[in-house]
C-alpha cells in the first residue's frame, strides 16, 4: 500500500475512536505499523498509557520486522496493557492481554 494511502488509514481510524468517544462508547486504538517510516505517523492521536489493541494476523511472515515495529510503538506510546488478537511472540514486553481472534468473531445473541 502506498505510504500516502497508510497515513490515510491511520487518519481514518483515530477520526473513527474520537467520533465514537465523544458518543460515549469506550474506545481501545488498534495500532498498527508497515516499515520504518510509517512510525513517523502510525502511532499519531493515541495517548500515553493507554490500553491499546494489534493484531498478530500477517506478521508470522517477518517477526523481527513485526517486533521492530512493536517495540517503536512501546517507546513511543508506553502502553498500561497491549490487548493482543493473536498468539503474541514470547519476547513482546510489557501488560500482554492475549485473545483468540477466533472466539472474538462470535456473535453473542
Not at 489493541?53 to 517477526?63: D, E, F, N, P, Q
Request: proline share 6%; glycine share 8%; net charge positive.
Amino acid at each position: 500500500m502506498p505510504l500516502w494511502r497508510q497515513l490515510e488509514s491511520v487518519a481514518k481510524n483515530r477520526w473513527c475512536g474520537a467520533y465514537w468517544q465523544a458518543h460515549g462508547l469506550v474506545v481501545y486504538p488498534t495500532i498498527s505499523w508497515g516499515l520504518a517510516p510509517t512510525y513517523e505517523f502510525c502511532f499519531d492521536g493515541v495517548e500515553q498509557h493507554a490500553v491499546v489493541a494489534i493484531g498478530m494476523i500477517g506478521c508470522k511472515r517477518s517477526r523481527s520486522a513485526f517486533m521492530r515495529g512493536y517495540n517503536a510503538m512501546l517507546e513511543r506510546l508506553n502502553p498500561s496493557a497491549v490487548i493482543c488478537f493473536g498468539t503474541p511472540f514470547a519476547e513482546m514486553r510489557g501488560n500482554v492481554i492475549p485473545v483468540d481472534y477466533l472466539s472474538s468473531r462470535k456473535v453473542v445473541r
